[in-house]
């Protein structure tokens, strides 16, 4: 769709979705790390196990589809063949502090000539404001984004969402972004900066929570295995333990809470296991925001044991034909063995030649009749494109062997 596009990557973890993105889509991405390899490389886990920054597996999912080149912009002869590159780009992506570029001549305002350059700058508290040189970590952000507020027990302190997220909705961000950028462009023939503070990214991941408050005078609270934020007084369960494993299912009140709810203890009476209170309910008047807790307890605890006698795959089975609500909460495992995602040919296997081997790994994220959206090759080893893309720029191989003796590649 885009393979007529290049982009020039320098951002470390904070951004590598973005770039990661716009590869998927046929952008040429250039992936460029500092000469030795990029720090990234160093988080784990590792194919092999045994560290290597060779073999990161978080380095293959989101560098796949780049290409890979080593430069050291730091110094004057790496920032005038930065400049080269970017004479013949459409896109750069860096997730640098604000102004670091600029203070070594090779920031957005240096490529005022290039018209048609589109700049995205992933950092923490964005371009400008009073945050803007404060330093981050993912937990930081998730923190001040809202995000800690709603994680953990009811009674307990804030936890920690699993991996690193804000770069995750700071990189998709940035790559959207790129995209109205791009079709700003094409309508204009005019690029921009485009500014994208993970924060706000994160926070943007809480829009629930400001509605939430404006219609119910709600503030939405950790609750763990629970429903956060619609009652202040009552804990509703989300998270329930089946004989396999778990599911999702929530007690809702209103039209869709009484159909889903009507059908499950029509469900439950067919293998006697309704009681008496579920079976007289009135669905149609259930109000979640003003029930107690001794009637959330009267549901909860036989729908509970119901699920207890079923698995996942029994839980989902019956679900689908009678309109409930449920969902299994799968493992890696199950994503794979996932009979739908085999059926759209969701997984694909990438050859890692150096490894002698082939991975599995996920296809891209859209599916097009106009064209292939498939991981093409595996993330790039370091410096492994260096010959290719700077003799495009007129190097020679002796340019290129007194450049990485000086360690400027």
């Known amino acids: 769709m885009l393979n007529h596009l290049r982009a020039l990557d320098l951002t470390d973890d904070r951004g590598f979705l973005c770039g990661k993105i716009l590869a998927d889509l046929g952008v040429n991405v250039i992936k460029i790390e500092k000469p030795g390899g990029d720090a990234s490389r160093q988080i784990g886990g590792f194919w092999g196990c045994a560290a290597n920054p060779e073999r990161s597996l978080y380095w293959f999912a989101y560098n796949s589809n780049k290409k890979g080149i ?8 790496g920032q005038e063949i930065f400049k080269k590159l970017v004479t013949t780009t459409d896109f750069v992506i860096e997730s640098f502090p604000p102004s670091y570029l600029d203070k070594l001549g ?16 992933i950092t923490p508290f964005g371009a400008e404001g009073p945050y803007r040189d404060f330093r981050d970590s993912d937990l930081v952000i998730m923190g001040m984004s809202g995000t800690l507020y709603q994680t953990g ?9 699993s991996v690193p997220q804000a770069c995750l909705h700071a990189g998709a961000d940035a790559a959207v972004g790129c995209m109205v950028a791009y079709y700003h462009r094409e309508n204009t023939g005019e690029g921009q900066h485009v500014d994208v503070s993970m924060q706000q990214s994160a926070a943007w991941f809480q829009a629930n929570a400001v509605p939430t408050y404006e219609m119910n005078g709600t503030i939405i609270k950790r609750a763990g295995s629970f429903r956060a934020g619609t009652s202040s007084q009552v804990a509703q369960r989300q998270v329930w333990q089946c004989k396999d494993g778990y599911v999702f299912f929530n007690v809702i009140g209103g039209r869709t809470g009484a159909k889903t709810l009507s059908a499950l203890v029509e469900w439950m009476n067919e293998e006697k296991l309704a009681t008496d209170f579920l079976l007289n309910m009135d669905w149609e008047t259930f109000d979640m925001f003003t029930v107690n807790e001794a009637t959330m307890n009267s549901i909860s605890v036989p729908v509970g044991d119901f699920f207890l006698k079923h698995t996942r795959k029994e839980l989902l089975q019956g679900a689908v034909p009678r309109g409930v609500s449920i969902g299994p909460l799968s493992s890696m495992q199950d994503l794979i063995e996932d009979e739908c995602l085999k059926e759209r040919d969701y997984w694909t296997e990438v050859e890692h030649p150096e490894l002698n081997t082939s991975i599995t790994y996920p296809r891209t994220f859209i599916r097009a009749t106009e064209m292939d959206c498939d991981i093409k090759f595996r993330a790039p080893l370091i410096g492994e494109h260096n010959d290719e893309i700077y003799k495009d720029l007129g190097l020679t191989a002796e340019n290129l062997q007194a450049l990485k003796k000086e360690e400027i590649i």
């Open 106 to 121: 090779i920031g957005y305002k240096d490529f005022s000539q290039h018209k048609k350059l589109i700049w995205a700058s």
């Open 153 to 161: 027990e009811s009674d307990g302190p804030p936890v920690h969402i």
């Open 70 to 77: 080593t430069l050291d912009i730091t110094q004057p002869k």
